[in-house]
């Protein structure tokens, strides 16, 4: 397996770990048998699949909880969010698209 891969199928697995333990009260030693399943994902992936795409994963649960928390990721890895439009930059194109 590719090293850069590898390391950030890792990085992954130990924020979902990180989640499960925190959040879940979920002993460590479960967590990382909880979500050993990711096993060669990409670090964009977890912001890219969707609820149903988790629970086949993880299961229904587990897979649920994870996916309730990938704005966490987001954040995790400093990725900032899809724009978003705010009050001036509606008006703006609101003038623009009048002209």
């Not at 697995?13 to 060669?40: P, Q």
């Not at 966490?72 to 009050?87: L, S």
């Given at each position: ?19 499960l333990?925190?959040?879940y ?27 149903e795409?988790?629970q ?19 954040v995790?890895i ?22």
């Amino acid at each position: 397996m590719d090293a850069q891969l590898e390391e950030s199928s890792a990085r992954v697995r130990d924020h979902f770990c990180g989640i499960l333990t925190e959040h879940y009260d979920i002993r460590e030693e479960h967590a990382i048998e909880l979500v050993s399943n990711w096993k060669y994902g990409k670090s964009s992936e977890v912001l890219y699949y969707d609820l149903e795409t988790y629970q086949k994963i993880f299961g229904d649960e587990i897979g649920a909880i994870l996916f309730t928390y990938q704005g966490d990721y987001r954040v995790a890895i400093g990725r900032p969010r899809p724009f978003e439009k705010t009050k001036f930059q509606s008006t703006f194109f609101f003038l623009r698209k009048r002209k």
